[in-house]
């Protein structure tokens, strides 16, 4: 059973950056397509970024220059790094992949950027 399991978000004020973690299981993570997305309160659920298995990587037009989608296949582990975070930024980040039209979340961890 593909589990996964995220780490990593807080509270943070604007300019700063923070590393989620996202790690997998039940799964043959090396051959994985990996995303993040994220929702806002009142917001629907929006694609940030994501890595292919070969590391191609594309990111949401409001995040380029700042984010950075990138893998670990040893320790089965995802990573976003956000840096010069804004308040537009705050919202749940979730890690998503698919496995035979199947998708699979984890459980969210909270980012909130604010004075």
């Known amino acids: 059973q593909v589990q996964l399991v995220e780490s990593g978000g807080g509270l943070v004020q604007p300019g700063g950056s923070l590393r989620l973690s996202c790690t997998a299981s039940g799964m043959i993570f090396s051959f994985a397509a990996m995303a993040w997305y994220r929702q806002a309160a009142g917001n629907q659920r929006e694609l940030v970024a994501a890595?292919?298995?070969?590391?191609?990587?594309n990111y949401v037009d409001s995040v380029k220059g700042r984010f950075t989608i990138s893998r670990d296949n040893a320790k089965k582990t995802v990573y976003l790094q956000m840096n010069s975070l804004k308040p537009e930024d705050t919202a749940v980040y979730y890690c998503?992949?698919?496995?035979?039209?199947?998708?699979?979340w984890g459980q969210g961890t909270q980012v909130t950027v604010s004075s």
């Open positions: 890595i292919d298995s070969v590391r191609n990587t």
């Open positions: 998503n992949t698919n496995r035979g039209s199947v998708d699979y």
